[in-house]
Structure formats: C-alpha cells, structure tokens
C-alpha cells in the first residue's frame, strides 16, 4: 500500500503546476476511495473496517473560502458479537461543509467543518436492521497536490461521526477534477 501512494504522489509532485493556474477554476468534482473505521467505545461492538467510494462536488468563493458536498457508501464488515455474526456497513452517507483552504506551492492545504448524516446497515443472524441514522458535526484536514493546472492528488482525514462514543472516521485517496 504505502509504495502504491508513493507512486501515486510521484506521478503529480512533479509536474509544473502553480498556485494561480487554478484560481480561476471555483467548481470542481472528485472521487476517492475511503478506508472507514467505525468504534463503539462502549463496548457494545466491535471496530468495524470498511471500505468506501466517496463522491464530491465543491465551489470556492476565492482563494481562502469554499463549499463542499460529499456523498458516499461502503462495504460491510463482519465481527463475532456474544457468539453471532454480526455485519455493519454504511448505506450512505452526505456531508456538507465549510471549507477554509491555504495556497501552496502546486496545491492547496484545507480544514473541513460541517455537518454528516449516516445511515448504518446492519445484519445479524438473518435478522436485518436498516435505516440506523445518525448524524453529528464533521470535521477533517487535506491536501490537494496539483499535477496540471486542473487535475491533483487529494489525501484528507475526516472524522464523520462523533456522537454518543461512536466514532466513523476515514482516511481518503483520491483525485479532484477543476471546471
């Protein structure tokens, strides 16, 4: 894993690509795929590792301040629980955030603030349980690493949940695209 990101990030870094070549370009897309992790710290359950496919469309309103929209799903993991087998995935999830960004040389650092709504899918022994919703404040930090003036990099942390001991959070590689 660690030299398929490596190879990944070598294939942008290098590249020419300054801060003003995509100023001029507010809206854009992207997609990632998102190790997710789900922790019950009351012990109820177990951490469960998913794997998901994140979407996102954002708007900047200039350098230092944009929007962002992400939605997303993932697979489910299974965990032995009081002797059942027991799935947990995520049906689907949408954010929508603030987004504070700081110029680099060929990319672009930024924190996100928002708000997160999940909805859990969970299955034991033939039983199923579906439409588990949760929402809470979010919050993550990124980079965006620019290999031409509208194509990057993009690697961020995001902690989607927070509520009641339960944590859903998530590491992102992926790319974003500029229009």
């Known amino acids: 894993m660690r030299r398929f ?11 020419s690509a300054s801060a003003q070549d995509y100023e001029g370009q507010p809206l854009y897309w992207g997609l990632a795929i998102t190790p997710m992790q789900y ?5 109820a359950l177990e951490t469960f ?17 944009g929007v962002e929209a992400q939605a997303g799903t ?22 929508g955030y603030l987004r504070l960004n700081i110029p680099i040389e060929r990319g672009r650092l930024y924190a996100l603030a928002g708000w997160t709504a ?12 579906d439409d588990d919703y949760q929402e809470d404040l979010s ?22 949940l927070d509520e009641d001991e ?10 974003v695209r500029r229009f």
């Not at 999940?118 to 349980?129: C, G, K, L, T, W």
């Open 166 to 175: 339960t944590v859903l959070e998530g590491v992102s590689l992926g790319f």
């Open 5 to 15: 990101v490596l190879l990944l990030v070598s294939m942008f870094v290098p590249l």
């Open 118 to 129: 999940v909805e859990f899918a969970a299955d034991a022994n033939q039983f199923s349980i």
């Open 74 to 95: 993932t697979s489910s993991d299974e965990n032995l629980l009081a002797g059942t087998d027991f799935d947990l995935g995520v049906d689907n999830f949408v954010s």
């Open 39 to 43: 922790d019950d710290a009351v012990g």
């Open 139 to 160: 919050w993550g930090l990124g980079v965006e690493l620019y290999g031409n003036e509208r194509t990057a990099l993009d690697i961020n942390y995001i902690r989607y």
């Open 49 to 65: 590792d998913l794997v998901g496919v994140t979407g996102r469309l954002g708007l900047d309103f200039g350098r230092y301040l």
